[in-house]
């Protein structure tokens, strides 16, 4: 067994809205992303917890918009459109299950 020193493997990362691959357990995958900017609204056929391990992030969705610090996370509900938003670099982790679907969808009037 080894310990997970996160913000070291941040630093792997390649860029904002590349997701890395952690871990793997039981069926579900641990990521690392580079939050920077803004991404585009999506879904997924399943649950997917954000935890923000630096930086601050904003959650959109269609009818409230949930900020996370540092040391906060969110589970997001399958089926719940959203987008991701980072003012400045943030290091977040998720984690989903591993054979998760995205399907893109247009905000919504709420989200403008």
């Known amino acids: 067994m080894e310990k997970l020193d996160f913000l070291s493997l941040a ?5 904002p ?11 579900y995958h641990v990521l690392l992303a580079l939050f920077d900017g ?3 609204f999506h879904k997924h056929d399943g649950e997917e917890l954000f935890y923000v391990i630096k930086g601050e992030i904003e959650l959109e969705m ?12 969110f589970l997001l509900p399958k089926e719940t459109a959203h987008r991701s938003r980072a003012a400045k670099p943030s290091i977040v982790m998720a984690i989903e299950r591993g054979n998760l679907r995205t399907f893109w969808v247009h905000p919504t009037p709420a989200s403008k």
């Open 38 to 40: 803004e991404y585009k």
């Open 62 to 73: 269609a009818n409230e918009t949930i900020k996370l610090k540092e040391g906060e996370g």
């Open 11 to 15: 630093k792997k990362l390649k860029g």
């Open 17 to 27: 809205w590349e997701p890395m691959e952690v871990l793997r357990m039981d069926g």
